[in-house]
């Protein structure tokens, strides 16, 4: 390798072999991911954008215009006016963007260990920001309902508490956390509070009455002070676009690092170097799309989700785990293991995932899912099970 | 916004206002960056994997087994047979890789807060590091050379020391560090040593005899722990993609959280989801360009930088700060300030930037500046200094 050369021919037979060896969205069989195939019309708004960089903002003032505006449309649908973030690598990096913020507030202030109080059902990049940023972790239960148990949070509160966490459409079943109670308890004790809505983001705001009722989960609880809200995830976007906010423009600017040989003279994301491309796809989604599209693209996803839902609540040896709040499902069988199960279903050609709290086998109803998957899937589910 | 849809053709027409107003490498403006044009046949390589995820590798098994093949040909690149490693977002998750291991290293072992030693020069993703990761800095002066005075480092190590950083083509000048004598030091030390090639990284290796001489910067020298070496740079790449290698399989795993609900149950990266689109397009690029070609990219970009270099030394009132190693060149002028010149520069529609240590006019001769670019610049230059 390196030493010789190939020819344009044989790369592309080669990319063809490994392409062959990946799993597509399109065929249906993805059942584990909350990433889906991107939309076409973003495509082709990502690949103009390709050669910029939102890392040196001022060559590409058009694109670093496209970022303000979509973080604006990003506010408004969280309720939040003049929010102040970035489009980010996805929800990890905007989670370290918030909790680095809530350290550094700290800080001025404390001499302790900052200690976060988040949920179990906390997404994994926790875990590294745990330990990258050297926090003490004050991990909440769950409730019956899966959900984090609001009433020991007080109870974790200590003067070194630096942060509290909620997530808004928990990674392994997709629910959402009481997050105006939450927001009581944070703004009572004057404590940061982030959301977790790297998913929830961009499926909660688009449920219809039915659906979401009178819930509120967003900036609207005047507790939360940041949000993660993932573009690449339900919003159809190319990887990478993640998204935070921040309802206080000193919060971001707690990031700023001076960048004297760039065209700006300081940067407040994690990452330097950082393509305009998935901007150009977000900004492209969210004015194709507007809240009537999202609007239909959610309501299909929960509408198969519900099917699903109903479907295994009739199947025999079987039990759904608890009722889907967004385009997740979760279940068990009493005569296989979780893992088992994912395991035969794998050999049938779908990939499902087995979530550790409680230990299920879980489903994510992204757009790539169609209803004549689901119908195969289930024929296939109860083979394995009944066969 | 969100309101409204826009219909297909408005939105490109938007979109083509947003392009119009950033500057294009193409025009051969842009001498500020150490980003570039990506090559054709890498966008073609990047759009045939954009729905890819390497933060769940084992939907993409093909895709990740390209990453594999990259980070083995890199290794090959700079000495070091079973690299371990990832293609990252870019230089600074690649920089906070090599760190966090650094510190997690160190903790086993120590109670006091962690030490990094590293020169004036580094880049600013340092500065980031350092606040979020609650390190202490102790800064290494440069040399008359602007290099890390090597006679320096050994009064800053102390027992709370985890690592030391080197620059192998610092951002600023693109000058390289005495590796090989620091690398003596940490070896004899047992001192963790990070080389930040980002930029360099890609151009060293492919330098000829008359420009490398036997200059050692990379695994070859035994004290080197690990390497960050960025596609996206001299690589040509597109967008994201960085590199971070590291000589101890142990060490990457230093930084693995268990990951239950994807499908493969531990990840290495910062970052979680994570487009394999740039790695397909790595991959092609080391395939098709291979030594051979890139050492003719490099040529081509260090000629030119020689010729600017020559340029300069005649003009009027133009000191060349230093003899450039890389594909960088600095000067300043005794009748005009460097940021002023900057800002005359920007309005006869060149992007240069002002270096802080020593505070001068910094150029980047990528890829995308050709010849007839820099005689036009020095025209305008000449008019701006002496006109």
Known sequence: MLDKRMTKEDI?????????????????RILSSMCTKPDPIAME???????????????????????????EMLGHLLHLENASG?????????????????????????????????P??????FKKIISMLSLEAKVVPLDENYKMDVSKIE?????????IVAIAGTTELGLIDDI?????????????????????????PFLDDEHKGDLNFD??????????????????????????????????????????????NKQTTIVGTRTGAATAATWTLLNYYGMEGYRKIVK??????????????????????????????????????ADILKQELYDYGWRVSVAQRPHVVRLVLMPHVKKEHIDRFLTDLNEVLNG
């Open 86 to 118: 970035h489009l980010v690598t996805g929800g990890t990096e905007a989670n370290i963007m918030a909790m680095a913020v809530a350290k550094y507030l700290f800080q001025e202030k404390h001499e302790g260990v900052p200690e976060i109080i988040l």
């Open 155 to 163: 109870d974790l509160i200590t003067e070194n508490t630096m942060a």
């Open 12 to 28: 592309f037979e080669n990319l063809k072999k490994f392409q062959d060896m990946d799993m597509s969205y399109e065929s249906g």
């Open 45 to 71: 708004a990502y690949k103009m954008f390709i050669e910029t960089n939102l890392g040196d903002p001022g060559l590409f003032p058009g694109t670093s215009l496209m970022e303000s505006e979509v973080i």
């Open 219 to 264: 900036f609207k609880c005047k507790g939360v002070s940041s949000m993660t809200i993932d573009p690449h995830k339900m919003g159809l976007a190319p990887v990478p676009a993640g998204g935070i906010l921040f309802r206080h423009a000193e919060h971001l600017e707690k990031l700023a690092v001076k960048t004297p040989y760039l065209s700006k």
């Open 180 to 204: 105006e109670k939450i927001s009581e308890i944070a703004y009572s004790h004057d404590i940061y509070l982030h959301i977790d809505a790297a998913f929830g983001g961009f499926v909660i």
């Open 300 to 337: 299909n996803a929960i509408e198969l989700t519900e099917y699903t839902y109903k479907k295994l609540n009739l199947m025999k040896n079987v039990t759904v785990t608890c009722k889907p709040e967004l385009n997740l499902i979760s279940f068990t069988s009493n005569n296989k293991s």
């Open 120 to 125: 179990e059902s906390a997404h994994f990049s």
